[in-house]
């Protein structure tokens, strides 16, 4: 059986989905909920990101990841309520939310003795193609007074090409302001190699996937070291992601670099944690 969803939109259910529809039409309600409520169930986790371009590998500061404890429905990950949430048209309102926590926790580590500090934010691309979004991320800063240069939002490349235009354009007038834009989950996307040329974004993070069996497999090495060239050459750094293992520090190092983040050096961690250990 076919429903109409929208205009010209038609979703499909077997009677094995009906429970997911079910679930979804919960979770719909709980996060409604939470988002009256302040979005006090949404709790800001920090990932540390390392600096592997100084000599010691210190602390520059962390990646802000939404978690969500719902009340009634327990812990939710956010690859299960952020896509709903986008489709849902509820994710401005939780991004909001995360952009103004993480960057008032951020101007207080600044404060702390840590003015190197950055945070990173991710942003759906239904935040990055508000019209408004580089007004709102100025308002973000200037309410919080945190340095533009110690944000950086991180997008995603899975967008259609004729979305292209209109987020260069918003994310031109992001970078004005003095904020860094990093291409996140790079190499999974739709975009060609080309695009990352055009784009005006100053880091670029390796996924995972390419990380998981580095030094295992030749094609995921030579894509690292490719993408690590290409990046020099056009002026921006590389950030690599999900590295969880020694063996892939020792090659890692040897690469130009600059920024790692993954299990090896920590979990996402609740503020109180991470600020006991690098406060
Ligand atoms: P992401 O932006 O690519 O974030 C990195 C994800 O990789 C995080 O998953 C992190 O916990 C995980 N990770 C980091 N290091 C390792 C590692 O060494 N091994 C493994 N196995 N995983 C590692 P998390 O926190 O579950 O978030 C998943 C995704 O949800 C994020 O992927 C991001 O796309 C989205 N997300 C999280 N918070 C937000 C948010 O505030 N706003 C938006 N729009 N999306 C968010
Ligand atoms: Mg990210
Ligand atoms: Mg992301
Ligand atoms: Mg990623």
New binding site residues.
Partial sequence: EAKATGKNRYVFYTAEEEGSAFKRLDLEKNMRNAIVNACNE?E??Y?PIVDVSKPDHPCMGA?????WNCESLGFI???EF?PL??YLGL?NP??DH??LQ?CRRCKHWNDSGHPEYKV?????V??LLRNDMAERVKNVLQRTGLNPGNLTL?V?ESLAINDMTRMKRILGQIKELGVWVAL??FGTGYSSLNHIREMPIDVI?I??CF??DLGNDEFSDAFVRIVCELASVIGMKVCV????HERQYEILKKMQIHMI????FD??MKVEDFEKKYL
């Fill in positions: 949404f800001v986790y990932q990646e802000a990841l939404i978690r990950s956010p690859t952020i949430a986008e994710i939780i991004g995360v952009l993480s990173n934010v991710n942003l759906s239904v935040q991180e995603t996140d989950d993070k996924d995972r990380i998981e992601e999900g590295m969880e983040q993954g299990f090896y979990k996402p």
